[in-house]
Structure formats: structure tokens, C-alpha cells
């Protein structure tokens, strides 16, 4: 039974995390039906932005649920359950479309390390951001120690994964790291995401990745990208494709 759901109604789609009994937290399964929800969404040319939100009144989510890891070998920990939340966290970073996470309710863990991947966020005033692996013997692992460390001051970041503290949501918004406070956060979202369809899909993809390849996220694959885009609009890649296909010597104009 999928507790990730894809909702395309429009041109704003929402991935809608459901597994509020255990405060949304991720298990391997769940991972699995984010990754394909974000092909999907990378595919369908009508959506133009994504809102991540979650199911319940207590959690945006918990992060990953202790039940799916705590048996892991530390080889298993490391090469599946780490390595394959990251790839699939990085998937939603990485998406063509501009994405807004909806914290309604607490962001602990692999929770925050979800929002952090989505491009903004809009935080309800009573919910709070928490790194509190340390209290349960691990360390973040979803990017928390790296994607997190561009968008919060390290001593901020090092009160959270060391020394336990919560950030509130007034002081999320002072340093940055939220669009905005609402009390009624995915209405907000929502109003946000709407100014997404008075402009150029091409160019909120472009600049995404222009600014992705600036600070570092992925960097390579964004710096391609542009270079791949901006070649696929030539007269010479269509004209070396088509020689290519009818066997014979390219001609190429240097348009």
C-alpha cells in the first residue's frame, strides 16, 4: 500500500507524504514511491511546480522509521538504507521543477533533510526543525551535515546534530532558511506556487540549474545540462544526427 501519493490536478502537483500513525516516517518503501513519483513528475510537461506535503496534525515527518534500519549489518546501514535515501533525496533536489515543502508540523531527521531538498519552504509558527539522530546513536545521513550546511550557519547547525536544539520557526525564517511563516502554510505554499504560471517553464528550469551549478549542488550534471540544452538547439546537432543516420560526412554550418 503506497504511503507516498502523487497528486496531478493542475499544473501544481503535490507529493503527499501518508504515514501519520508513525509521525510519516520514511521506510525503504516509501523511498521507493518518492523516486518514482519524481520520474513522473520529471516527465509530465503540464506540471509546472510541486508542493511536498505530509498527512496528520503532529509531523511533517519523523525522518526515517528506527524499525527499518535498527537491524541493518553496518554494511547494509551504509551501502542501502544511507546510500539509497540520499540518491533518492538528491532525485527530489534535483528536479526540473520548482518544489515547495509544506511543513505544517515537526521536521525531525530525514524529515528536515526532505525539506531541505525541496527548493523553499513554508512553515506553520508552532512547528520546529531537529537533528536528533545523536540520541539514538547514529549520525544525519540524508544530507543533513551537507545540503543543510549551505542554507544554515554551521554554529546553528552544530547546536542541532550536537547539542540537540530545536530551531523554531521564527528563527528558521530570520536566517533564511523558509519563504515564509503562515499559519496556514499550504494555502501559502499554494499562493506561492501560482506565481510559478506567470512566467517561462524553460526559464525556471534554467535558472534552477544555473543556480544549482553555483552552489554546488551537483555541479557537473547542471554545468552539462546547460551545456546539452544549449547545443540541442543548433543547426549542427541536427545536422550531425541526421548525417550520422544516413551515413554520410556532416556538414556543419556553425549555426
Not at 519524481?38 to 508542493?51: F, K, P
Not at 506553520?124 to 537533528?131: S, V
Not at 547546536?159 to 511563516?181: C, D, K, Q
Not at 499554494?190 to 504560471?197: E, P, R, S
Request: proline fraction near 5%; glycine fraction near 10%.
Amino acid at each position: 500500500m503506497s504511503a507516498v501519493h502523487l497528486q496531478v490536478d493542475g499544473p501544481i502537483a503535490r507529493i503527499v507524504i501518508d504515514n501519520p500513525a508513525k509521525l510519516n516516517a520514511f521506510t525503504v518503501e516509501m523511498l521507493n514511491q518518492l523516486e518514482a513519483h519524481c520520474a513522473t513528475l520529471e516527465r509530465d510537461l503540464s506540471v509546472r511546480g510541486v508542493l511536498l506535503c505530509s498527512a496528520g496534525e503532529r509531523a511533517f515527518c519523523a525522518g526515517a522509521d528506527i524499525k527499518a534500519w535498527a537491524a541493518l549489518s553496518p554494511t547494509d546501514f551504509a551501502r542501502h538504507w544511507v546510500r539509497e535515501g540520499h540518491r533518492v533525496f538528491d532525485r527530489l533536489a534535483r528536479l526540473s521543477k520548482p518544489t515547495i515543502a509544506v511543513i505544517q508540523a515537526h521536521a525531525f531527521g530525514g524529515g528536515l533533510e526532505l525539506a531541505t531538498a525541496c527548493d523553499i519552504r513554508v512553515m506553520a509558527p508552532g512547528a520546529t526543525l531537529a537533528l536528533p539522530e545523536a540520541q539514538v546513536g547514529i549520525v544525519p545521513g540524508w544530507s543533513g551535515t551537507q545540503r543543510l550546511a549551505r542554507l544554515l550557519p554551521e554554529p546553528v547547525l552544530k547546536e542541532m546534530a550536537l547539542f540537540g536544539r530545536r530551531l523554531s520557526a521564527e528563527r528558521a525564517l530570520a536566517l533564511g532558511f523558509l519563504a515564509e511563516v503562515s499559519d496556514d502554510p499550504m494555502a501559502t505554499a499554494q499562493a506561492i506556487a501560482d506565481g510559478l504560471l506567470k512566467a517561462s517553464p524553460r526559464a525556471h528550469e534554467v535558472a534552477k540549474y544555473q543556480i544549482h551549478a553555483g552552489v554546488g549542488e551537483d555541479a557537473a550534471a547542471m554545468i552539462e545540462a546547460l551545456g546539452g540544452g544549449m547545443i540541442g538547439a543548433t543547426d549542427d546537432k541536427t545536422e550531425g544526427a541526421a548525417a550520422f543516420a544516413e551515413k554520410r560526412k556532416p556538414d556543419f554550418s556553425g549555426r
